[in-house]
Nanobody, 128 residues
Framework: QVQLVESGGGLVQAGGSLRLSCAAS????????MGWFRQAPGKEREFVAA???????????DYADFVKGRFTISRHNAKNTVYLQMNSLKPEDTAVYYC??????????????????WGQGTQVTVSS
């Protein structure tokens, strides 16, 4: 199994920044897709960003249109951790952010069903 733990959420003013972390443990050697989703009250969980890799030196990053140019997903291999750097935050970014992982590489990355493991979520609140 793979265990995912998110951290880094909190309260920030509009225009500010936060960096979310997702630490993976367990059987992570073959983990090849990791993503971030978010869910606001009364709304469905939506795709935010994903990072895919076939080999250690090859990575592919994809983003939802509403975060392009503002959010960046990255990976720290030694720490087995994926980050989501969020800049220029807007009130509409307020949501619980979830980390997700798939243990085998896939070209699909933007659907909930594309992932096998999920973290507990971390709250991000952006004030006006």
């Amino acid at each position: 199994q793979v265990q995912l733990v998110e951290s880094g959420g909190g309260l920030v003013q509009a225009g500010g920044s936060l960096r979310l972390s997702c630490a993976a443990s367990g059987r992570t050697f073959s983990t090849a897709n990791m993503g971030w989703f978010r869910q606001a009250p009364g709304k469905e969980r939506e795709f935010v960003a994903a990072l895919r890799w076939r080999i250690t030196s090859t990575y592919y990053a994809d983003y939802a249109d509403f975060v392009k140019g503002r959010f960046t997903i990255s990976r720290h291999n030694a720490k087995n951790t994926v980050y989501l750097q969020m800049n220029s935050l807007k009130p509409e970014d307020t949501a619980v952010y979830y980390c997700a992982a798939r243990t085998q590489y896939s070209s699909s990355y933007s659907s909930i069903s594309d992932y096998d493991y999920w973290g507990q979520g971390t709250q991000v609140t952006v004030s006006s």
